[in-house]
């Protein structure tokens, strides 16, 4: 049994969180939404910033909410790759003088094992091998969940992530930042059958690409001439049978190739994290299209879906567990592979 804090200060949100193997006991997450909207996506200077002036208070703030001093701490964890630099420099740093000030173990997650991780919260019964199929701001991946620090990617976006696609599409429709959640919101009220839309270049049948890869930057001009075209008709956008023919092009790129990765390695569990995972469309449709097939299907609850550092602290305790401890002269890296 390990209780771990983790900080997660990767992107735009500063996190906290301390775990006791896969159950949370506190979580705190402070988002920077606000001070990045007016740019219209995350400026990495502020973000760094905002990380170390609220990273303190976060910490202070988990100790407290789980009722437990630095004695009941058994190790420190923070995520090291990938992100912004600068941003990921303020968690970790924080980490390491938290460690060698009060004597503990020092742990960094890669933050996509993080993402990987939530999905332990969602089932604490939950075991390798699985299918991760992960999907967030900066990433679509499906990776073979072989054991804890064991990962094989299977298929990656070739262009844009899933998130990164939906804040485009939310941006050249003028819908505000980040435009995952806004795009889901206003597709409960559309028409997902309203415009058919190309499901991306990759095809399952391979032809150069590999057959479990994704593309969204085709799907992406196409809400682009589509919509620059319904704006010559009428200024007013439909946008909800937009958002919602958006969505479901993109769950149903996902949910295919997530159904077919699945059933070609035999694994009969797919867990789903990133932000993307919040996403009701792909939430239903992965579900349908998984039950047809005997698959069982976890999705992180919504907290623990877009950045947390309850997923880091997670993934943290188990490495502790195994002893995998990182030196004090650990760096952080903007971009590496998991
Ligand atoms: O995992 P995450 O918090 O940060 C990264 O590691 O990237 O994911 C953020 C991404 C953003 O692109 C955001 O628009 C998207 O997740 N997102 C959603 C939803 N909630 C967040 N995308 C679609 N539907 C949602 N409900
Ligand atoms: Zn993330």
Known sequence: MATVLAIETSCDETAVAIVKDRHVLSSVVSSQIASHQPYGGI?????????????????????????????????????????????????????????????????????????????????????PPFLCLLVSGGHTSLIYVKDCGHYKTLGQTRDD??????????????????????????????????????????????????????SFSGLKTAMLRLTQKLQQENPALPIEDLAASFQATVAKALTKRAIACALDYGLDTIAVGGGVAANTGLRQHLQAAAQTHNLRVLFPPLQFCTDNAAMIACAAAEHLQRGHISPLTLGAQSRMAI
């Not at 990921?88 to 991780?117: D, F, M, N, R, S």
């Open 161 to 214: 992530a899933a998130g990164e696609a939906f804040d485009k599409v939310a941006r050249l429709m003028h819908l505000g930042y980040p435009g995952g959640p806004i795009i889901d919101r206003l597709a409960t009220q559309g028409n997902s059958k309203a415009f058919p839309l190309p499901e991306g270049q990759v095809s399952l049948a391979t032809g150069g690409f590999h057959r479990y890869d994704s």
């Open 43 to 127: 400026v990495p200077e502020v973000a760094s910033r905002q990380h170390v002036e609220i990273v303190n208070s976060a910490i202070a703030q988990a100790l407290q909410e789980a009722t437990l001093d630095w004695s009941g701490i058994d190790g420190i964890a923070a995520t090291c790759t990938p992100g912004l630099l600068g941003a990921l420099l303020v968690g970790l740093t924080t980490a390491k003088t938290l460690a060698l000030l009060y004597q503990k173990p020092l742990i960094g997650v890669h933050h996509l094992e993080g993402h990987i991780y939530a999905s332990y919260l969602a089932a604490a019964d939950l075991q």
